[in-house]
């Protein structure tokens, strides 16, 4: 019988499948980082950190429903110190990436220096796109910040040189895809990481008549299946307009093997799965894995560079 490999490349950096976790759902503390680490996810990424440990956003701060999520979690975490530390003594044998989120320009450029000094890292994934700081009420997220964000990667490539990745937010304008790719496309980018969560959506109990979460009067980020379209934009979009060189990681409605092969085709090298882990717990990777098998045995392709990128536009 024809093998089937599930392996894949992240410019470089070889995960034995191309499942992993996204950077927020249960990837946070001791226990959960150890899970995933024995699970079947082709790597895993820490819940992104910030230079002191946070507790995040007042409760209510997640709900989910039949077909996506909402969260304004406000990065609860347990500071870099404590993932580093976890790294240096648990010392993975799949790739570690380490999601950051500095809540200012400064805070970044310290924890990316932190970062570059630890000897046991595969990559940073620079998380630009966290919606829900309650802190930066009227500040544009970076990922949508065009104007900064040249200035910010020109600076950190100066003194960085480990592959960095960049977690960017949902765009939805030509314009704004082809502005971003022209930037990224001026450094050496190892991955992008699309999508992070639909920023601002409201979900409303109709019972009590409030929203949902309590941070931000409700507002928050929706993720889960309801979002699927727009990550496979994303991960076309910048397939299609990102050096070759430059790896795709979909994010944004993994529930099925279908969903995993989607994103693939579209051009993503592997793939990220948030809400349908946090419903469904560690199993999830396995269940992904062998659907995802499956459908390659029912395709007849042994290998996911078979059809990575190649979606025929009718
Ligand atoms: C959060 O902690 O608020 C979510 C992180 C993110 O969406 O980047």
């Known amino acids: 019988m024809k ?25 946070c503390t001791e226990k959960e980082l150890s899970e ?7 790597a895993v990424v820490t819940k992104s950190c910030t230079m002191v440990p946070r507790k995040g956003n007042l409760e209510p701060r997640y709900f989910e429903w039949n077909i996506g999520s909402i ?38 450029y310290q924890l990316i220096s932190k970062a570059n000094i630890s000897p046991n890292i595969n990559a940073i994934e620079l998380n630009l796109s966290c919606p829900n700081l309650v802190e930066k009420k009227n500040q544009v997220s970076l990922g949508y910040d065009f104007e900064k964000i040249y200035d910010f990667l020109k600076n950190i490539f100066k003194f960085y040189n480990k592959p960095l990745g960049v977690k960017l937010p949902p765009y939805f304008e030509d314009f704004h895809f082809e502005k971003m790719a022209l930037i990224l496309n001026q450094f050496p980018i190892c991955f992008v990481t699309c999508i992070n969560s639909l920023p601002n959506g409201l ?9 949902v979460l309590h941070p931000k009067k409700g507002f928050g980020g929706i993720g889960g299946r309801v979002i699927k379209p727009f990550s496979l934009a994303n991960i076309r979009k910048f397939y299609v307009s990102l050096r070759k060189d430059i790896s795709i990681i979909g994010c944004g409605g993994i529930c099925y093997g279908k969903d995993i092969f989607e994103h693939i085709l579209c051009g993503a090298s592997a793939v990220q799965v948030g809400t349908q882990f946090f419903k469904e717990g560690i199993r999830v990777f ?13 395709k007849n392709y042994s290998s996911i560079e078979e059809f990575k990128g190649k979606l025929n536009v009718i």
């Open 3 to 27: 093998k089937i490999d599930i392996s894949s490349s992240i410019n470089g950096i070889k995960l034995s499948s191309c499942i992993m976790n996204a950077s927020g759902v249960l990837c």
């Open 36 to 42: 995933i680490l024995m699970s079947s996810s082709g």
């Open 71 to 108: 969260n304004s979690m406000g990065l609860p975490n347990l500071g870099i110190d404590f993932y580093l530390n976890f790294l240096d003594r648990k010392k993975p044998k799949k790739p570690f990436f380490l999601s950051i989120s500095g809540l200012s320009i400064e805070e970044n």
């Open 203 to 211: 979900f409303v109990d109709t019972n009590k008549e409030t929203t």
């Open 286 to 298: 396995d269940r992904l894995k062998n659907e995802f098998i499956s459908i390659l045995k029912e």
